[in-house]
């Protein structure tokens, strides 16, 4: 059966999983990020997080407050834990060094995997949709991928300030 629904996915799935593997994967190494594109990651991901929700539910409100929730709670817990300590912000380059990471390639594939496998569920089993352990399980997944994407950023963002904040202060000085 497994062989059945990959011989049934479209092409482009294939290469969407591909194009995030490869960026999930660019992220093991230490590298340079700038503001704009740790910025931009958690709002795509979000997207796509959201577009999974609604995707399967519709606007229903049920599924985005689960999805709101789970993204909430996961956010306050990251936030609450430190970032690496090799993970600098050059103020004059706008850019960060951050250490390299397994978690943006989990949470990518998670995402990926989520919305692979709801999508293969419906299309064998439809009458999964109202399912109301569906309802809950699936929003509070795609919510935790995101609180973590965007508590991520704003660890980044509030190091950003601190060091904007240090060198003015330095400047004033």
Same mark, same amino acid.
């Given at each position: ?31 340079? +990020?700038?503001?704009?594109? &740790?910025? /931009? $990651? ?5 997207? =796509?997080?959201? %577009?999974? *929700? ?43 060094? +951050?250490?390299?990471?397994? &978690?943006? /390639? $989990? ?5 990926? =995997?989520?919305? %692979?496998? *709801? ?55």
């Amino acid at each position: 059966m497994l062989m059945q629904i990959i011989l049934h996915t479209p092409k482009w799935v294939f290469a969407v999983f591909f194009l995030l593997l490869w960026l999930g994967a660019r992220q093991l190494l230490t590298n340079e +990020v700038s503001l704009t594109r &740790v910025t /931009l $990651m958690p709002v795509a991901m979000g997207g =796509l997080s959201v %577009y999974g *929700v609604v995707s399967v539910f519709g606007d229903s409100f049920g599924p985005l407050l689960g999805w709101a929730a789970a993204a909430a709670v996961m956010a306050a817990l990251v936030l609450q834990r430190p970032l690496h300590a090799a993970t600098r912000y050059d103020a004059a380059a706008r850019q960060f060094q +951050v250490a390299g990471s397994p &978690v943006p /390639l $989990m949470l990518m594939m998670g995402i990926f =995997l989520t919305k %692979y496998v *709801v999508g293969a569920t419906l299309a064998m089993h439809p009458e999964m949709r109202h399912q109301p352990v569906l309802a809950l399980v699936v929003p509070a997944l795609y919510g935790a991928f995101t609180g973590v994407f965007v508590a991520r950023a704003v660890r980044l963002w509030k190091l950003a300030i601190r060091t904007d904040a240090m060198s003015a202060a330095a400047r004033a000085a």
